[in-house]
């Protein structure tokens, strides 16, 4: 039988694509791709994070989509998208330029917004022309570039060669995460969200991660492991806005800090008091509040309402 991979009510349920494509990478990897609201309404991309999919993106779905083309695909081996040989920072920017070129026309931008590593996308590929052409803004919400495993929280202990040693072992340990249990919801709460978060938040998250195939889990634990990307932080120069949670134990709110103090072009820093690494499902108005206010910070919203 197969597990249930996302909620299937409520706010937190994927709602149905318009249409769904597929764009092929540089190597040949294969991404699922999913396009939502008005083929001629100002574009919006959404890049997820290590072990979710296109359902951790259904409250900023639904609430874009409305006046927003919002485009989101699934990571390489994540969700619908296929497993693949290679996992770095490379393929993730790799994969992101192929979703740019398959869904946006000739001199289309959009504002990509991405999470965890979704964001770790945004700046591996932030040198690319591909991006810096079709990227109108950027959104890097509970993310980090570098010391993920260092600055990790998720061990109560004092910071150290031992917390970074353990740390790095549960992070990238091989074992399957199994069923969605009262205990699984418990442990995943406390990892990855914050102290307040309601049940049914809880409960979309954990179908999300515990769906992601353990092999696909582990690989990309080990790139982030040793992701550095800090010099992409400084490439990134369209108007880039920062989101964090302040209980964040996975990327602690000294990474947003440190992008926002980084970026060449910052545009704002939220500090989202009490909430966790799921900012997207912690704080859903938020963070659709943060990528609607960059489509009008960069004219694209004006541009589509001149066009009409």
């Given at each position: 039988?197969?597990?249930?991979?996302?909620?299937?009510?409520?706010?937190?349920?994927?709602?149905?694509?318009?249409?769904?494509?597929?764009?092929?990478s540089a190597d040949g990897a294969?991404?699922?791709?999913?396009?939502?609201?008005?083929?001629?309404?100002?574009?919006?991309?959404l890049a997820h994070g290590w072990t979710c999919s296109t359902a951790f993106w259904a409250a900023q779905i639904r609430e874009l989509a409305g006046e927003h083309r919002v485009i989101a695909y699934d990571?390489?081996?994540?969700?619908?998208?296929?497993?693949?040989?290679?996992?770095?920072?490379?393929?993730l920017a790799d994969d992101l330029v192929a979703v740019l070129k398959a869904t946006l026309g000739e001199g289309e931008q959009a504002v990509v917004a991405g999470h965890s590593m979704g964001g770790m996308t945004?700046?591996?590929?932030?040198?690319?022309?591909?991006?810096?052409?079709?990227?109108?803004?950027?959104?890097?919400?509970?993310?980090?570039?570098?010391?993920?495993?260092?600055?990790?929280?998720?061990l109560p202990v004092r910071a150290g060669r031992a917390r970074t040693r353990i740390t790095?072992?549960?992070?990238?340990s091989r074992a399957p995460l199994g069923p969605v249990t009262p205990v699984a919801r418990k442990v995943l709460k406390y990892a990855t969200m914050g102290p307040g978060s309601a049940p049914e938040r809880v409960e979309?998250?954990?179908?999300?991660?515990?769906?992601?195939?353990?092999?696909?889990?582990?690989?990309?634990?080990?790139?982030?492991?040793?992701?550095?990307l800090d010099h992409g932080v400084g490439r990134l120069t369209v108007p880039t806005a920062v989101i964090g949670g302040t209980a964040d134990?996975?990327?602690?709110?000294?990474?947003?800090?440190?992008?926002?103090?980084?970026?060449?072009n910052c545009v704002g820093l939220t500090?989202?008091?009490?909430?966790?690494?799921?900012?997207?499902?912690?704080?859903?108005?938020?963070?659709?509040?943060?990528?609607?206010?960059?489509?009008r910070l960069t004219g694209l919203t004006e541009m589509k309402e001149k066009a009409s």
């Open positions: 039988m197969s597990r249930l991979t996302h909620v299937t009510s409520g706010p937190y349920a994927p709602p149905t694509a318009r249409r769904e494509l597929t764009a092929v294969r991404l699922h791709v999913e396009v939502h609201g008005e083929e001629d309404a100002p574009a919006v991309v990571q390489r081996g994540h969700g619908r998208s296929p497993a693949a040989a290679e996992y770095s920072t490379t393929a945004i700046m591996a590929a932030a040198a690319r022309p591909e991006f810096t052409e079709r990227a109108a803004a950027a959104l890097l919400c509970s993310t980090g570039s570098s010391r993920l495993v260092e600055e990790s929280l998720v790095s072992a549960v992070l990238g979309a998250c954990a179908r999300i991660v515990h769906a992601c195939p353990t092999r696909v889990r582990h690989a990309w634990s080990q790139v982030l492991a040793g992701l550095d134990r996975l990327t602690p709110i000294v990474h947003a800090r440190g992008l926002a103090a980084a970026l060449p500090e989202l008091t009490g909430m966790g690494h799921m900012t997207p499902i912690e704080a859903p108005e938020a963070v659709s509040r943060a990528i609607r206010e960059l489509a």
